[in-house]
């Protein structure tokens, strides 16, 4: 398996505070992608990150920010949680843009619920 | 609507059955097709891509019809370690290939 590692698994937290998911990898890959994943819909890309400092935004982008300072770390920070947050994130890497093979490697997935 | 659309299921299949649903996809430039994987509260993992002629991999076959607009997965002889939610899962145009994930349809083998 990729190593790929989320953290926190599991949050709880109250509308209006700071809440930030930490994705960290040990494969190098330079890619890496924030997904939430909701009952009904398909994984929706939030951000996504193609090198240190290098990001942008996906679909769902609005309320969320992020920050990759190294290669294996990326951030994902939601500055003021609200109750429509509350979701499964997934963080996602790849080693060449997926359009090419279209093979993420996904965490173990952060549950996260906001009161 | 939805980019990707699939049936969300969920598909009882007794063991050792064939099952097979499909997936629609909006875009008609759309390039690139994959199947994933998900069990119950884990994470998607790459089943198989989707090839224009059609392609196996074991006990799984994918196909694609561009002129309809929908991809397929087939299962045959079902086991019980099948049941799982199936991503379909499509590359759109732009310049940087995003995927866009279908909802995913449940299977359930049962014994």
């Known amino acids: 398996d990729a190593g790929i590692t989320q953290s926190p698994r599991h949050k709880v937290t109250e509308t209006g505070t700071p809440v930030t998911l930490r994705c960290h990898q040990t494969?190098?890959?330079?890619?890496m992608y924030w997904y939430r994943q909701d009952p009904g819909h398909g994984l929706r890309l939030i951000h996504y990150s193609y090198g240190v400092k290098d990001t942008d935004k996906g679909e769902v982008s609005d309320g969320y920010s992020v920050s990759r300072s190294k290669t294996e770390d990326f951030l994902l920070t939601l500055e003021s949680a609200t109750s429509s947050q509350t979701s499964v994130y997934f963080c996602?890497?790849?080693?060449?843009?997926?359009?090419?093979?279209?093979?993420?490697?996904f965490g173990e997935g952060s549950r996260l619920t906001v009161l | 609507r939805k980019e990707v659309e699939q049936d969300p299921g969920p598909f009882n299949v007794p063991e050792g059955a064939t099952v097979a649903f499909n997936c629609t996809y909006s875009n008609s430039a759309s390039q690139s097709f994959f199947w994933y994987r998900q069990d119950c509260r884990k994470e998607p993992k790459l089943l198989m891509s989707?090839?224009?002629s059609g392609n196996e991999d074991g006990r799984f076959t994918a196909q694609l019809n561009r002129a309809s607009q929908y991809i397929s997965l087939l299962i045959r002889d079902s086991k019980l370690s099948d049941s799982a939610t199936y991503l379909c899962?499509?590359?759109?145009?732009?310049?940087?290939?995003?995927?866009?994930f279908g909802a995913g349809t449940q299977v359930v083998v049962t014994p």
């Open positions: 996602a890497i790849s080693e060449s843009g997926y359009a090419n093979t279209g093979e993420l490697f």
């Open positions: 989707v090839y224009s």
């Open positions: 494969e190098n890959h330079r890619y």
């Open positions: 899962v499509v590359t759109l145009t732009d310049s940087w290939g995003k995927l866009q």
